[in-house]
Antibody, heavy 116, light 110 residues
């Protein structure tokens, strides 16, 4: 079974860029059958999909975040990453990475707080 | 583009059976797989059902997922309710490569 682990700064200043990585173990991110995704959940609120990437590099972004989001993959590190620019307090959330294709897997999440 | 509508809350007594619905607003519920997540207070979401009706690793057979094309909805049924089942439950499906989440249902077991 795949295991996914989010990592990155837990505190980001307003207007700066949020950067997170997801390290995959138990399998390769370069699987043609798999897609990789980021979701988030503001404290006390529901789940929101952010972006998806395939190992070919093809990406899909949430329309509401598309102008600020970039998702990428590093097959040499078996990781994929998320960048969210111009963050505000509204971007404070638990961020989860996930895999789709066959049996899905989610990481345990990383809390990112946007505050000066 | 579609939405997934869930009741805000449901409640039932221990030992009973509860069903949580997830209604797709447009397009067929059978067009794309549905997943169900459980989120206990203070914890991360965990998958309970994937591919409409497949139980995830370690999920007891008290949990089951199904589709009803007549109401264009998916359902999560939990039988033999236990107090530990008290949690928020979210459904999720796909719109092409985009993900769509339901708003979540708070299950109270009292």
């Amino acid at each position: 079974q795949l295991q996914l682990q989010e990592s990155g700064p837990g505190l980001v200043k307003p207007s700066e860029t949020l950067s997170l990585s997801c390290t995959v173990s138990g399998g390769s991110v370069a699987r043609s059958s798999h897609y990789w995704a980021w979701t988030r959940q503001p404290p006390g609120k529901g789940l929101e999909w952010i972006a998806t990437i395939h190992y070919t590099g093809a990406t899909d972004y949430s329309p509401s975040l598309k102008s600020r989001v970039t998702m990428s993959m590093d097959t040499s590190r078996n990781q994929f990453s998320l960048k969210l620019t111009s963050v505000t307090a509204a971007d404070t959330a638990f961020y989860y990475c996930a895999s789709i294709g066959g049996i899905p897997n989610w990481g345990r999440g990383a809390l990112v707080t946007v505050s000066s | 583009k579609f939405m997934l509508n869930q009741p805000q809350s449901v409640s039932e007594s221990p030992g009973k059976t509860v069903t949580i619905s997830c209604t797709r607003t447009s397009g067929s519920i059978a067009s794309n797989y549905v997943l169900w997540f459980q989120q206990r207070p203070g914890s991360s979401p965990t998958i309970v059902i994937y591919e409409d009706s497949q139980r995830y690793f370690g999920v007891p057979d008290r949990f089951s997922g199904s589709l009803d094309t007549s109401s264009n909805s998916a359902s999560l049924t939990i039988s033999g309710l236990k107090t530990e089942d008290e949690a928020d439950y979210y459904c999720q499906s796909y719109d092409g490569n985009n993900w769509v989440f339901g708003g979540g249902t708070k299950l109270t077991v009292l």
